[in-house]
């Protein structure tokens, strides 16, 4: 190693020399002060531990009998070659050499800058690799941060780029399922960009990211204008024509096969791709294919997405258009049914009235199931507003309940209503209001048996807030629901097993439509029950509150 003399541009070295032979360590310091060094001195162990713990040196020079510190300083020892135990002395872990003694000054002063020049190195060398793996890891981040495949690719040439000091950066995805078809270049300021449509061919690059892949290693070269390539591994010919005085080329993969392959280039400066370098390299390629991948994944899903969107709302015109089409000519069924029932001047027999009866059940029948289908089919647009008024509680449920005693008398079911004792009043459309008790109360009637009881309850209660909640429970004494059927009766066009094996009629839309008008007053609905026992179906509505959804 040629001599290297330190150059002091303020402040020089600090050295501390340690040595229990006078003379020695006067000479040792009197050759280390010539060349500009600072120097301190001791003759033991306990003067040396006082002096590193005053400062850090640069060097420490040190007899081998006191070599035995731990310290971070590099450390020179000085070494009788003749004695075996004074050379072992020297096997030590850290930054050291060894010197004879009595050593020339020269050598002396030489071995000392040495030795500092080479830690100072290796803290410049893991400096620079914490700065390159920072910054690859902000190239990391700022690619996990979005699902959109252009701007993931866009960030990665440009970080290779600035990172390493680059003149082009060029990535590209291969035709395949898994990612999308996309290309994406950066240049240093002043070269134009490279052409679109790079490669007439893609067979060639692929092969060498797929060699590459099956590898796990990148294609580097440098020099003057690096060759095409080494063995069976050739850089594709398009790229090489660019004549990169350094470059490397690393694959992005999945599975067995590659996906793409990024390319960063220096045209004019050769350099050496260090171990680490291509490490991070190599992890950010990764990263970057992961985020390509789950990218085409969301994006293929946001599409499937927009496609049952278009669908259900072409489902929701065609239920719309349906029920128009089937309430019209069901009104004038009704309107005919009502004036032969009511004719005086010719009435029908009893046994016709008795059919007529039927038919105008049934028609009712189909005439809430249509009215189901249309809310249904307005669920959730702005085509169905709600119409809030004051409405009184007490006189909604009365009207529903005196709809429903002819069905309940029917069905051989008594319906019991116990009202709150004070007239209860809430912000609400009257007309949905009354089609969540009808839904509730008429469910009630067809799963309970003959003989059995519901009984309508209407409670106020208030929150430790100071909230007023009005709570109307309707509970039946039928099949009940079993426990884990319950979080699904709300699911549209769902039926619980025993509705379905009892052949109890339904669409399985009535409560799901409920459901969403009370939520739409700013509601909940809650549902308990028991098989074989009977269920309870409760409605809380706030006291004289607007609704929390959009009127």
Do not use: N, Y
């Given at each position: 190693m040629p001599a290297v003399t330190p150059h002091f541009a303020t402040v020089p070295y600090l050295a501390v020399v340690a040595d229990p032979d006078a003379g020695r360590r006067e000479f040792t310091t009197a050759a280390l002060e010539a060349a500009g060094f600072t120097v301190k001195t001791g003759g033991d162990a306990a003067s040396l531990s006082a002096l590193l713990d005053e400062r850090e040196p640069s060097v420490l020079i040190l007899d081998s009998s006191l070599s035995d510190v731990d310290a971070t300083a590099p450390v020179l020892v000085l070494v009788d070659l003749d004695s075996p135990a004074e050379v072992k002395s020297v096997e030590h872990a850290g930054v050291r050499d060894s010197i004879a003694k009595p050593p020339a000054a020269k050598e002396l002063v030489h071995r000392a800058t040495a030795l500092i020049n080479l830690v100072s190195r290796r803290n410049e060398a893991r400096q620079e690799a914490e700065t390159l793996r920072e910054r690859l890891r902000q190239v990391s981040a700022a690619v996990r941060g979005t699902n959109h495949p252009q701007q993931i690719a866009d960030f990665v040439v440009r970080g290779f780029g600035e990172t390493f000091g680059a003149d082009r950066v060029w990535l590209t995805t291969f035709d395949d399922d898994r990612v999308p078809p996309i290309t994406a270049q950066w240049q240093r300021p002043g070269l134009a960009p490279l052409p679109e449509g790079l490669f007439t061919d893609e067979d060639p690059v692929r092969r060498t990211a797929d060699a590459l892949w099956s590898r796990a290693e990148a294609l580097t070269a440098d020099g003057a204008f690096a060759p095409l390539g080494t063995g069976d591994v050739q850089l594709p010919a398009e790229l090489a024509k660019l004549r990169a005085a350094a470059f490397v080329a690393v694959p992005m993969g999945d599975g067995s096969t590659s996906l793409g392959i990024i390319w960063i280039a220096l045209l004019n400066s050769p350099r050496e791709w260090s171990r680490a370098e291509l490490a991070l390299i190599q992890h950010v390629a990764g990263n970057t294919a992961h985020g390509l991948i789950q990218s085409h994944l969301i994006t293929s899903q946001q599409q499937v997405v927009k496609q049952l969107q278009q669908l259900d709302k072409a489902k929701t015109d065609f239920l719309a258009t349906v029920n128009h089409e089937l309430r019209t000519p069901l009104t004038s069924i009704m309107a005919y049914l009502d004036m032969i029932q009511e004719n005086t001047s010719d009435p029908v027999s009893s046994e016709v009235h008795q059919m007529l009866d039927i038919v105008v059940r049934n028609t009712e029948r189909l005439r809430l199931l249509i009215e189901d289908m249309l809310s249904v089919s307005r669920n959730g647009h702005e085509q169905s507003p709600l119409h809030l008024t004051p409405v009184r509680l007490a006189r909604t449920l009365e009207i529903v309940t005196a709809a429903l005693r002819p069905l309940a008398k029917v069905q051989n079911v008594a319906i019991v209503m116990a009202q709150a004792s004070e007239d209860q009043e809430i912000l609400a459309d009257e007309v949905q209001l009354q089609q969540v008790f009808t839904n509730l109360v008429s469910n009630a009637i067809k799963f309970t048996p003959?003989?059995?009881?519901?009984?309508?309850?209407?409670?106020?209660?208030?929150?430790?807030?100071?909230?007023?909640?009005?709570?109307?429970?309707?509970?039946?004494?039928?099949?009940?629901?079993?426990?884990?059927?319950i979080a699904h009766i709300f699911t549209r066009f769902y039926r619980a097993s025993n509705a379905m094996s009892g052949a109890v009629p339904g669409t399985g839309l009535g409560l799901a439509i409920t459901q969403d008008i009370v939520q739409r007053h700013g509601g909940r609905i809650d549902v308990t029950s028991e098989l074989g026992v009977g269920t309870t179906v409760t409605v809380n509505l706030r006291l004289g509150a607007h609704a929390s959804h959009g009127t």
């Open positions: 003959g003989g059995g009881q519901i009984d309508v309850v209407s409670l106020t209660r208030a929150d430790a807030d100071g909230t007023r909640w009005a709570t109307v429970s309707v509970s039946d004494s039928g099949i009940g629901i079993s426990s884990d059927e």
